[in-house]
């Protein structure tokens, strides 16, 4: 399932051309880091998480992207946008590749922030794009999850909302004892390999209510139809208003599909998995990832000795 997807590679013509990034949350769960800085904006080897989540928009064609921000996000708006000195310093040093470095952000979609004002949940964030978003299909694009760029997700559902119209989420099977960290799919089958209508959801159940172990992984491409169910959905699990409880609702027309992922996905969403995710992606680097891989096998080998854990000088 993995086809390289080079941002040059022709994309075909959808009807869906926005895409929406909820990027309100405090990221509490990195304190201190990001006292000052909006946890999307935190590195993963040498890009800000939110960046991958943009190239993946752009990759499946996807021109017009929404952020949802709060306060303390002035960082994301900077970083999509132009930095007219650091370009001139770039240019003045003949520094081609740092300089598309700096440039890229900004070329890769037409960047638009709006910002939540209260926290009042995934829903609630979803429902600040509807002006902007008007009455045309949309994808959601949850900043947690990464993607691997080689995967071809969010164009597989782009591909199923063109066949099926309605609403289409990603889902992909995790352990019983993990499901309640997420959203929770009842599916059946349909005839088609890897897709499957989604006839229940719940958001965040224990393991013994869970109806299966397909845990909503946070891509979603999304029916107009679903700002209104939004706007009449009461605050859910945490007292905030929850997607998961207006895609329910639009599950009893059967206007829900899932797309079943087997593929790579990384999760930002707490320290374990972020440290992970930077060792995975880093690894899977051509420029950085031999001289890594190398060391961290040395490492590894150090630790399985007990050497790694005592040792003063570290390894080189
Ligand atoms: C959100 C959604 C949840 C989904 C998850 C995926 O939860 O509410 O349904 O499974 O993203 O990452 P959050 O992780 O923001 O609490």
Redesign the pocket.
Known sequence: MIVPHATDTPVPARTVRKAVVPAA?LGTRFLPATKATPKEMLPVVDKPAIQYVVEEAAAAGLDDVLMVTGRHKRAIEDHFDNAFELEQVLAAKGDAVRLDAVRDPARLADIHHIRQGEPLG?GHAVLCARRHVGDQPFAVL?G??LIDPRETLLSTMLDVRERHGGNVIALMEVAREQIH????AAVEATEEDGVVRVTGLV??PSPEDAPSAY????RYVLDPAVFDVLERTPPGRGGEI???DALQTLTVDGTVHGVVFDGLRY?T?DKADYLRTVVRLACARPDLGPEFTDWLKGFVAELESGEGVVRRRPAA
């Not at 960290?181 to 929770?184: A, D």
């Not at 845990?215 to 946070?218: L, S």
Request: with cysteine; charged share 30%.
């Open positions: 949350g995934l949850l947690d999850d960290r997420y959203g929770c958001e965040k845990a909503v992984i946070g929850q997607l998961t999760d969403g």
